[in-house]
């Protein structure tokens, strides 16, 4: 058991804030969970997934929002 998220970022080598980033993910739908954490990266450039635009999913509280909003978000993607 991890006493804080000061520990945890310590722990992962990262920022209290990149955890606490992380951290929002769990207010995802569990079926977008799931497609970011299978989410293969390209060979060459630029990941097309903009994390800013994923988080701002997670002030979304309706599940099925949150799931039109990301199939517009992985239109795009797909699109770049």
């Known amino acids: 058991m991890v006493k804080n998220s ?3 970022a310590r722990l992962g080598q990262v ?3 990149g955890i ?3 951290l ?3 207010h995802l739908a569990p079926d977008i969970q ?3 954490l299978f989410h293969s990266r390209p060979e060459r450039g630029r990941d097309r997934l903009d994390m ?3 988080l701002a999913l997670t002030k979304v509280v309706d599940w099925v929002q ?3 909003l990301w199939r517009k978000l992985s239109e795009v993607r797909e699109r770049a």
Request: hydrophobic share 45%; proline share 0%.
């Open 6 to 8: 000061l520990t945890l």
């Open 15 to 17: 920022s209290q804030a």
């Open 20 to 22: 606490s980033q992380i």
């Open 24 to 26: 929002s993910l769990l």
């Open 34 to 36: 799931e497609a970011i």
């Open 52 to 54: 800013r635009k994923v």
């Open 66 to 68: 949150q799931r039109r």
